[in-house]
Each structure stands twice: as structure tokens, then as C-alpha cells.
DNA sequence: AACACTTTCATGCACATGCATTGAATGCAA
DNA sequence: TTGCATTCAATGCATGTGCATGAAAGTGTT
């Protein structure tokens, strides 16, 4: 296992190079299988999109992983949430957007910075996340392979 | 490392579905990662997207790879890349028009069955390529890990 | 031949995303 | 205080993608 190239490794490992666009590709198809059969199944029996369950699911770690009510329930901050997922801040934003408009979570100003929001799950976010969590559970494990 | 799953390991395995969220959530990570620095790199250096060059990549392939001069050089089926690449059929048909209008593939009708069409890469698309594939290889090498 | 069905690729449309910018709030320094 | 750079989130714009459809060509049945 090639542990991390030298910058002007191009032609030596030519093998090892290999393996690697070979690991690529598999990730590749992997990706595209799996996240288009949540991407679906989600949305037709949940109405909501891969992105946006995400979303639903760090919010929810956050709210189980500390029992101190901060601020409200599992608030998350919105740069926080930026570096914690693999969405861009433009289209985090969006996505939170949609979700509030959907009832699912709720942005609050911070106080203390007011620059920043703070994103919660309502009642209505914390039961579709409870379903929706089985389904993506049981996508990914047919779907995995 | 939990080899393989088997097919019906939806509810049992309650420890083992967390580990494949785990790697889900790894390999989205990665894959925005990995893609981002090569779409970018790719653009900035050689003008085209990644799905341009995996597109070119698969061409190239294809040609190394059968040394009988079937019709022209490297041709490949429109249908056979729709299911070797992890591109949707609308969304490959559209980077192929992409290439073809950068003039780096060529597009021709199959006599024997009027409906298909046949890619084939210009002298342009090899150059692109070659140029582009060491970009490629050791962007990968930096970022997968 | 005539008809229905399938396959193959292109395209209109809606939408999610990234980039760059904007606007607001903050922090720091003179 | 004023002034300037920084941080944070939202948004205009351009673009790539998927879904559904359309058109053309092939296949099969009667």
C-alpha cells in the first residue's frame, strides 16, 4: 500500500498508481449506485432527498451525543454543520432552507454572535428521521454490494 | 473488516449496519473530497471536467485494448459507455456532445444499426488525454488519504 | 405489408450544486 | 470613536444531472 506519494511520483509507481485509479473507479460505481437508490427511495417514501436526511441524521447524533440543553434541543451550528458534512456552505444552506420550509427544522439567530444560526429539529424532523431511518439503513445494506 | 454482508442482513445485525454507515459515510467523504480536487484541477490545467476525462479515459482504454482496427481507432458504442461508466444515459450524452464540440471525440453513425452511435476519440482527445492523465493520477495519489 | 413493441440516443424541463458576491456582524488596531 | 479586515450565512448566476418524453430505427407477429 503506497503510503503517500511523492509529488513527482507520476511515473515510478506505475503499479501502485494503478491500484489506486482501480480503488477510484470501484468508488466511483459504488457511489453512484448507492446514493441514487437512497436518493429514491428516500424521496418516494419519505419525500425528502439523500442531502436532506443527512442533514436530519448528524442533527440527531448532535441531540443524543450531549444530553446539555445548550440552547434548545440538538441545535447545531450552521458553520459547524458546513465542516461536519460533505456539502458545500451554498449548498448546505439551501438544503436547511428546504428543510425549514418543509417543517423538519427550525433556524434561530444566536445571541451571543449574531452572525451566526442555529439549526434544530422540530418535532415534525425528529419523526420523519424516525422513519426514514430504517428505510436508509436497509437501502444501504442491499444496495452496499 | 466485515467482508461481504449477506443479502438478508437488514435487521439482525444491528452493530454491523452501524459499520456500514460508517463506511457510507467515509466514502462520501472521500468521494467529495477526491472528486472537488480533480474537477477543479482538471478545469484549471486542461479545460475539462472530470466526467469529461473519465469519458476519455474509458476511450483510450478501449483502444489499447482491442489492437483490431473495428472501425476507426478506439470506437466505442454510445449504449456499451452508458453501462461502463457511472454516468446516466442523459447526463453522458450531453458530456459526449461536450467533447465532441471541443472537438476532442468524434461521433458517427453505425451502418449496420442506424440508431447506434459510435464515439471515437480525435488526434485533439488523445493529446487532451495524455496530457491530463498524470494531472489525474497525482491529484489522486495526494488526496486519497 | 401493417401493426405493435423495443431499443437507442437526444432534448425540454425542473432542480441541486458550486462559484463568486453581497450584506451583516464581529474583532482588532490606531 | 473610526477604519479595515475577517467571519458567517444567503443569493444571483451558470452549469451539470435526472426524469420523462420524443423521434428514429430495429424486431416480431399477424
Not at 67 to 79: L, W
Not at 82 to 91: F, G, H, M, N
Not at 123 to 142: S, Y
Amino acid at each position: 500500500m503506497p503510503t503517500r506519494a511523492t509529488s513527482k511520483a507520476t511515473k515510478a509507481s506505475s503499479a501502485a498508481a494503478g491500484a489506486v485509479v482501480d480503488e477510484w473507479r470501484t468508488l466511483l460505481d459504488r457511489h453512484a449506485k448507492v446514493s441514487c437508490a437512497l436518493e429514491k427511495t428516500l424521496q418516494n417514501e419519505h419525500g425528502i432527498g439523500l442531502s436532506e436526511f443527512e442533514i436530519l441524521d448528524r442533527l440527531v447524533d448532535a441531540t443524543d451525543a450531549s444530553a446539555d440543553s445548550s440552547t434548545d434541543q440538538g441545535s447545531y451550528r450552521m458553520s459547524d454543520l458546513t465542516s461536519d458534512i460533505y456539502l458545500s456552505q451554498s449548498a448546505l444552506s439551501r438544503a436547511v432552507a428546504r428543510l425549514e420550509s418543509d417543517g423538519l427544522v427550525h433556524r434561530s439567530m444566536c445571541t451571543d454572535d449574531r452572525r451566526a444560526i442555529f439549526v434544530c429539529l422540530t418535532d415534525a424532523g425528529r419523526k420523519v428521521h424516525a422513519e426514514a431511518k430504517p428505510t436508509h439503513r436497509e437501502v444501504l445494506g442491499e444496495t452496499w454490494e
